[in-house]
């Protein structure tokens, strides 16, 4: 099994940033990705972005040059900064963890964080 501890949500103005911080621990695979889904009020779960422990990334266009995603395998942590934040960004963020070498074209998720409220207000 594996726990994912997310830390750094809160609430922000329109235009502003907050890095979200996920660590993992349990049965680390050598083999894994991790990264972030996200679920706002009525809307389906959506991956934000992915990244496997060589450094390819998966981003959604909505947040391609506003967010940057990064992990330190040595800390099992992956970690969020999100930028020139908008209302729309504003959902429970979920982190995850997966199996697999691959993010492209799809991130396939083994385990769930709990989630971490980002609120954006404009």
């Known amino acids: 099994q594996v726990q994912l501890v997310e830390s750094g949500g809160g609430l922000v103005q329109a235009g502003g940033s907050l890095r979200l911080s996920c660590a993992a621990s349990?049965?680390?695979?050598?083999?894994?990705?991790m990264g972030w889904y996200r679920q706002a009020p009525g809307k389906q779960r959506e991956l934000v972005a992915a990244?496997?422990?060589?450094?390819?990334?998966n981003y959604a266009d909505s947040v391609k040059g506003r967010f940057t995603i990064s992990r330190d395998n040595a800390k099992n942590t992956v970690y969020l900064q999100m930028s020139s934040l908008k209302p729309e960004d504003t959902a429970v963020y979920y982190c995850?963890?997966?199996?697999?070498?691959?993010?492209?074209?799809?991130?396939?998720?083994?385990?769930w964080g709990q989630g971490t409220q980002v609120t954006v207000s404009s």
């Open positions: 990244i496997t422990r060589g450094g390819t990334t």
């Open positions: 995850a963890y997966g199996h697999t070498i691959l993010v492209v074209p799809t991130f396939t998720v083994d385990y």
């Open positions: 349990g049965s680390i695979s050598s083999i894994n990705a």
